[in-house]
């Protein structure tokens, strides 16, 4: 079946613009992660939406960045004010009801701030 | 708070060579135990995983894992590698229950490059 995509996937933008980040997750999976894959840093958390939850926000890196998921399935993340330091592939992945040790990842967007 | 620590940023080895990639994390509580694997141009995938019972897992591809509690280690083996195991691998980990249930947290990632 169809696993989870992001789009785009490819970014560059100015300094200073806003960005928007799209993730659709695996029909069916409750859980949707974000993470951040920066150049030699490996992969840093984000942000976790599980069902009706309130989200986990705690690895957002500042108020710049924010994320909503809408009908429980699509995911947007947000980054205003760009700056170079966000450049760095933004993986989202998905997870099913009760499984949540158990990740699938979506190709990433590759973000590059000039 | 966890942290995973990969020790090997470059590993380079022959075709047929013998793999051992480290992993040490730190927590205090239960863990599950990653090995993810990103063959150049593709997703990042799961290689295998460890939950409970026997700490040593096998994973796709031949590769196995051992969980070492009294180590907090993790690492990851294969007998003999391929051109095609030309990837770059991460640990992670996540807690097996609690608040932070379902993120991971992931080491840096080593790099592996096979010579034909």
């Known amino acids: 079946g169809a696993g989870v995509s992001q789009s785009p996937s490819n970014k560059v933008t100015e300094k200073g613009k806003d960005v928007e980040l799209r993730c659709d997750p695996i029909s069916g999976h409750t859980a949707l992660y974000w993470y951040r894959q920066s150049l030699g840093q490996g992969l840093e958390f984000l942000i976790y939406f599980q069902g009706n939850s309130a989200p986990d926000k705690s690895g957002l890196p500042s108020d710049r960045f924010s994320a909503e998921r809408t009908g429980g399935s699509v995911s947007t993340l947000t980054i205003q004010r760009t700056q170079q330091e966000d450049s760095a592939v933004y993986l989202c992945?998905?997870?099913?009801?009760?499984?949540?040790?158990?990740?699938?990842f979506g190709p990433g967007t590759r973000l590059t701030v000039l | 708070a966890q942290s995973v620590s990969q020790h090997n940023h470059h590993v380079i080895l022959s075709e047929a060579a013998s793999l051992e990639l480290g992993c040490n994390y730190s927590y205090g509580g239960t863990v599950n135990l990653f090995w993810y694997v990103q063959y150049p141009g593709q997703h990042l995938q799961l290689l295998l995983k460890?939950?409970?019972?026997?700490?040593l897992v096998k994973g796709i591809k031949g590769f196995e894992a051992e969980f070492i509690k009294s180590k907090f280690s993790f690492n990851l083996r294969k007998p003999s590698v391929q051109w095609s195991d030309t990837a770059e691998y991460f640990c992670?980990?996540?807690?097996?229950?609690?608040?932070?249930?379902?993120?991971?947290?992931f080491g840096r990632g080593t790099q592996l490059t096979v010579w034909p």
């Open positions: 992945a998905s997870s099913p009801l009760g499984r949540a040790d158990t990740q699938y």
């Open positions: 992670a980990v996540n807690a097996a229950g609690g608040s932070t249930l379902g993120r991971l947290y």
């Open positions: 460890y939950f409970s019972g026997d700490p």
